[in-house]
């Protein structure tokens, strides 16, 4: 009988030290499970997949197009509005921007701001430009913050677009024929070209504070000013494009903190630029010489780094639009060559050497958007 139970209590001992080495095992098993999923991580990789190329066509033909070019595989839409909304875009589509998911496009003389589905190029609503008259307001170009589209127009005002539900929230009174605007320190800087009063132009750019909506001060700067951008550091620059004779193309410079005219580079007569990474490129095209150059400027050391931007021999017959892929600082061009035939959008590397050409995208390109692809992957 005391044998049997001394059997008993080892097998019994037997049985919990089984026990206790599977729970072990499981336990290893499990920290092993988890040291493998601290050791995966996750990459998010953005690319740029296409461009949008914005061409405005001739005043008064209706014959704006939105061109679409994918580049893996290599696929050109020369009119991918068309083609997905079965109707045109308009008559003289001015500008265009991204903001969420969505594609704002102005136009002109037809005065509409048409949304599309950034992805696919459908429209999602045309917002009419008219006032209470039915008048058209003629918008110009467009900027976004905190979930507003400002848009200025050729009738003098600033409109406030809600960018969830598209409706117009509010407008206010700006100078006369604005013609660009962008935003900095919570203000909207808007210039004001007087350029339907030739020779009578304007010489003022609107500042307007974003959270009154209201305009706070108007600021001197040279007669026409045009073309409007802020670098990193919140200095507002802008071309002021005089009156095409003896009063030339000025650059110029806010302080946006002081909302006073700074400076007036008079070496830089520029007629159009874009900013990236508080880099500025800058073209001017000689109307009468049919002559032009490309420099480059340092924002922040306020200096011209390059006077001629492209290195090789490429040649460019009318520039008419600059913008920088954001992602690797390649500078696409757009040619309108003679205004009369379909142009061409040039890219260069940000040293200013040619890489390729995308040939007859539009009558009179202006504008070049870049649409990416963020992807996820798991590295271990």
């Not at 995966?40 to 033909?61: A, D």
């Not at 400002?150 to 929230?169: E, K, M, Q, W």
């Not at 550091?233 to 410079?253: A, C, M, T």
Request: overall charge negative; glycine content about 6%.
């Amino acid at each position: 009988m005391k044998y049997f139970l001394i059997e008993k209590k080892r097998s019994a001992d037997r049985w919990i030290i089984a026990i206790i080495s599977v729970c072990l095992f499981s336990m290893a098993s499990c920290d092993d499970m988890q040291d493998k999923e601290r050791k995966q991580s996750f990459v998010s990789e953005t690319s740029v997949t296409g461009i949008y190329v914005l061409s405005e066509g001739l005043f008064n033909l209706n014959n704006s197009t939105l061109a679409y070019y994918n580049f893996d595989p290599a696929k050109l839409t020369s009119d991918l509005f068309l083609t997905m909304n079965k109707r045109g875009l308009g008559d003289t589509a001015n500008d265009m921007a991204a903001y969420g998911s969505k594609l704002y496009i102005v136009v002109n003389v037809s005065s509409q701001i048409e949304v599309v589905d950034l992805a696919t190029g459908q429209s999602i609503k045309r917002i009419p430009m008219f006032n209470d008259s039915e008048v058209a307001r003629q918008p110009r170009y467009i900027d976004f913050a905190k979930g507003n589209a400002y848009v200025c127009s050729f009738d003098g005002t600033l409109v406030r677009i809600d960018t969830a539900n598209l409706n117009i929230t509010g407008i206010v009174k700006c100078g006369r024929n604005p013609d660009g605007l962008c935003i900095a320190n919570n203000k909207i800087y808007v210039t004001n070209s007087g350029g339907l009063d030739y020779p009578n132009y304007d010489n003022t750019v609107s500042v307007i504070d974003a959270a009154t909506f209201t305009e706070t001060k108007k600021i001197t700067v040279g007669i026409n000013p045009s073309r409007i951008h802020a670098d990193s550091e919140g200095d507002v620059y802008l071309v002021s494009r005089g009156n095409y004779g003896d009063i030339p193309y000025k650059f110029q410079k806010i302080n946006s903190k002081t909302d006073e005219l700074e400076q007036t580079f008079d070496d830089i007569q520029a007629l159009n630029f874009t900013i990236h990474n508080d880099t500025a490129y800058i073209y001017n095209f000689d109307f009468s010489t049919q002559s032009s150059w490309i420099k480059v400027f340092d924002c922040k050391k306020e200096v011209i780094i390059s006077n001629s931007f492209i290195t090789d021999q490429t040649s460019l017959t009318t520039p008419y639009g600059i913008d920088v892929n954001p992602l690797n600082g390649d500078v696409y061009i757009t040619d309108a060559k003679n205004f009369i035939v379909w142009g061409d959008v040039v890219c260069f590397d940000n040293k200013g050497n040619f890489k390729f050409k995308i040939e007859e995208l539009g009558l009179n390109p202006n504008k070049t958007l870049f649409v990416t692809k963020t992807t996820t992957k798991i590295q271990e």
